[in-house]
């Protein structure tokens, strides 16, 4: 055997290939880590703004899922006010057409009544206090000297000239006058009554129903602000599907790099250094080889 043989040629031509390939697989996992770090990186990013986002529209949703709720409650109120409203002035109506009947039977009765006596006492006065006047005597064109005519000379079958009840009549005129005020001043009370009850009762009508239509136009009001909600609570509940979705599909990247990038038995940086490790021996191995007739 030749002494300047060379023996190591195919082992260090093995050394060389096995160098090369760990190099490559070094060049190509740092590549690898690379592509980890900015995938990972992209996932993270996705999942936290996704969670944000959810986290907004959740509270968004809460809020507007509480001001309808208010809004709601706030209607219920305004309705039964409106419908405390129409039923008292239905009843008010009521008691005031039955009042307003009642106070004019009384003003017609009242009325009936004075005129009766208005009547009475017109017919009453006549006789008494025409009888108790004592006229200027008539002078008959057939009478004597001293004015008497046969009949006055005649023996009388009366000695005075009957004039009524005059002291009795002066008791019935004296209680037909104060039943004639009595009457007069029942259609004025109850006129006057009338009146206030009449004028009370158009105020209370023109404020309950100003009342009401405030109301109502407040129901209109809240109820467009709650379609206005229903529609933007849509519109939330989209936005919250999506972002549901673009973090679960986060989350899912993540697991998937995890086991591609992260998951093993040890760490990138060991396997680094231990492959760094395996090619320093290696080259080392090499030279001895190379040099070993040296």
Known sequence: ISVSEDHFVKVRQIIKDLVAKLESEAGAEKSQKAFCFEEMKKAVTQRDKSQTKIEDLSAQITGKESAKAQLTEDIATLSQEIADNKKALMEATELREEESKENAKTITEASEGKEAVTS???????????????????????????????????????????????????????????????????????????????????????????????????????????????????????????????????????????????????????????????????????????????
């Open 120 to 294: 009475a006492l017109e017919v009453l006065k006549t006789f008494y206090e025409g009888a108790a006047f004592v006229q200027r005597r008539f002078v008959p064109t057939n009478s004597d000297r001293s004015g008497n005519t046969v009949a006055d000379v005649a023996p009388p079958i009366f000695d005075a000239e009957y004039r009524g009840s005059q002291e009795a009549s002066k008791g019935i005129l004296g209680i037909l006058e104060v039943i004639l005020s009595d009457f007069e001043r029942t259609i004025a009370t109850v006129t006057e009554q009338e009146g206030e009850a009449a004028e009370a009762f158009a105020t209370f009508k023109s404020e309950s129903e100003a009342d009401t239509k405030i109301k109502e136009e407040l129901v209109a009001t809240k109820e467009g602000e709650i379609a206005d909600i229903e529609a933007e609570l849509t519109a939330l509940a989209d936005e919250t599907k999506e972002a549901t979705e673009s973090h679960r599909q986060a989350l899912d990247e993540l697991e998937k790099l995890h086991t591609m990038c992260v998951a093993g038995e040890e760490t990138y940086e060991e396997r680094v250094a231990k492959r760094q490790k395996e090619i320093e021996a290696l080259k080392e191995a090499h030279d001895m080889l190379e040099h070993w007739q040296s």
